[in-house]
């Protein structure tokens, strides 16, 4: 199967999950709407993206988040980074699509925790990938967010501050059976740069 990277749609309703799916889960969730997916490096296989992309759906990854109250730092943000792009070859993800930063519930001062964002988008870039943030709790205001080196923002359920570029992805609400699967439901919007996130599909 041929692929390429397209922006997800501005209203596109998707999910993201930890679990594997196939061309059955995958057809099942198609049917139920879904038009992208996000699923989580190191467990998406090459594959599981034939699955999806061949069900209809755009596919986007995220790396999984680390233990709540985890240490942030360049080095750290560095390793992970690396990690990051070694998965997504390994899971013939290609360039251009964006790679999600899942930070959550790290512990540090405000600059450790951009220190590891940017060390871990600089990785994500310099690999050819777009880096986008998933922003979970943390110890930044919004122009910090804003300041970092990622290009795309996912609002996660928390109380969380708006980056001074908005988000281009929203968790909607507590996670939720669809298709037969316990999943996390978004949805796509621009941000206030008219930027979406970027998805790669069957050619």
Request: proline share 4%; aromatic share 10%.
């Amino acid at each position: 199967m041929s692929y390429a990277v397209k922006a997800v749609p501005v209203g596109a309703l998707g999910f993201d999950c930890v679990i594997n799916l196939n061309a059955v889960t995958a057809a099942k969730m198609a049917a139920a709407g879904m038009k992208y997916c996000v699923r989580y490096l190191g467990s998406l296989t090459a594959k599981e993206v034939s699955a999806i992309t061949g069900a209809g759906m755009g596919v986007m990854a995220v790396c999984y988040s680390r233990a709540p109250g985890w240490a942030p730092s360049a080095s750290v943000g560095a390793q992970d980074g690396a990690q990051m792009i070694a998965h997504a070859k390994a899971a013939g993800l290609l360039p251009g699509m964006t790679l999600w930063i899942d930070f959550e519930g790290p512990g540090g001062t405000a600059a450790e925790q951009m220190e590891y964002i940017n060390a871990a988008a600089d990785a994500v870039t310099a690999a050819g990938f777009i880096a986008g943030l998933y922003v979970g709790l943390s110890a930044l205001t919004s122009a910090q967010l804003f300041s970092t080196h990622v290009h795309a923002y996912w609002k996660s359920l928390s109380n969380v501050p708006t980056p001074n570029c908005g988000f281009q992805q929203f968790q909607l609400y507590p996670s939720v059976t669809v298709g037969g699967l316990f999943v996390d439901l978004d949805v796509v919007q621009q941000d206030y740069a008219h930027r979406q996130p970027m998805m790669m599909v069957a050619a």
